[in-house]
């Protein structure tokens, strides 16, 4: 019985070791080339994935083993409080345009993914998974299994939409006109969260500084409003 | 990132619904960000009118 719980702490150790080494491996070519699309967390999987299916490791077997680093996400939600420390001032001044746009902008885009996804898949949780993509991935997961979604169809979501916002979302920007920084890089802190956020920072401060104000408020603001309004919706869709 | 691998167990799911799931993540991603880039761009001009534009009142 210790024998096998000992080789249980082994296994998970060398699992938490080996996620951890992919992952900063990826980050540090991805810091090396300076490319959004070499996203760290999207290869790690990528990578993950085959060699899990190669070595015959189920998905649970995975996760538990590797269950303090999911533990991780909770501190990390705490730790969004300090650039909303940071840009207090911002908030103040702008207050009165930023936060009922993000919330407007958040509400319609929760309720147009949920219909879209009942409508084209049919699978009430991966509605609820697909609302909650425009978040950063802390705050996302933990939405998603408060409402009853499938977090890994959140964490693929949240991925697809940080890259769809970070490497076209500049570029369709200019295209409908929005041409201001501030607006520019609001909408794409607002969408693509902290890896829209982290390719336009390369532009400038400002950049820097509205995208990530964007991200922690749309993030406050969903996990506020997203709870009552997907209950709202599912209930809807069960009385149907 | 354990979350992420996760998607393992969603094979079926992605070979069937695979494109319907990108596609609703692409086209809602451009939404939020041409509703936020254009509210905020206007409601900004309308309170701050550019130089130009206050100088052309004046003229």
């Given amino acids: 019985m210790t024998e096998l719980s000992l080789s249980d702490i082994a296994a998970s150790l060398v699992m938490v070791l080996f996620t951890l080494i992919i992952y900063q491996a990826f980050a540090w070519l991805q810091k090396k080339f300076n490319q959004a699309w070499l996203n ?13 299916l190669y070595l015959e490791i189920s998905f649970e077997h995975y996760y538990s083993a590797t269950l303090p ?34 919330a407007l902008g958040t509400m319609i885009v929760i309720l147009l993914s949920f219909a879209m996804t009942v409508f084209l898949i049919a699978i009430p949780e991966i509605a609820v998974s697909l609302s909650l993509k425009s978040v950063t991935t802390p705050i996302g997961i933990a939405l998603t299994e408060q409402l009853k979604g499938d977090t890994s169809i959140t964490a693929f979501a949240i991925i697809l939409a940080g890259l769809f916002g970070g490497l076209l979302g500049p570029s369709w920007l200019h295209f409908i006109g929005v041409d201001s920084p501030k607006a520019q890089s609001l909408a794409i802190g607002a969408a693509s969260h902290a890896l829209g956020t982290a390719s336009v920072s390369k532009i400038s401060h400002q950049h820097a500084a509205y995208s990530s104000l964007a991200l ?6 969903t996990a506020i409003l997203s709870p009552s309004l997907i209950i709202m919706l599912t209930n809807f869709l069960t009385n149907i | ?54 100088n052309r009142q004046i003229s």
């Fill in chain 1, 40 to 52: 760290p967390m999207l290869l790690a999987i990528a990578v993950i994935i085959p060699l899990m």
């Fill in chain 1, 69 to 102: 680093l999911s533990q991780l996400l909770e501190p990390a939600v705490v730790a969004l409080g300090f650039p909303l420390y940071q840009h207090l001032k911002t908030i103040r001044q702008q207050a009165k345009f930023i936060i009922p746009i993000l």
């Fill in chain 2, 1 to 54: 990132m354990p979350a992420g691998v996760g998607i393992i167990n969603h094979y079926d799911l992605l070979r069937q619904h695979g494109f319907t799931l990108v596609a609703i993540i692409f086209v809602t991603t451009f939404v939020l960000l041409t509703l936020t880039g254009l509210a905020y761009q206007h409601l900004v001009r309308k309170e701050q009118p550019p130089e130009s534009a206050t």
């Fill in chain 1, 216 to 221: 922690i408020l749309s993030a406050v603001l």
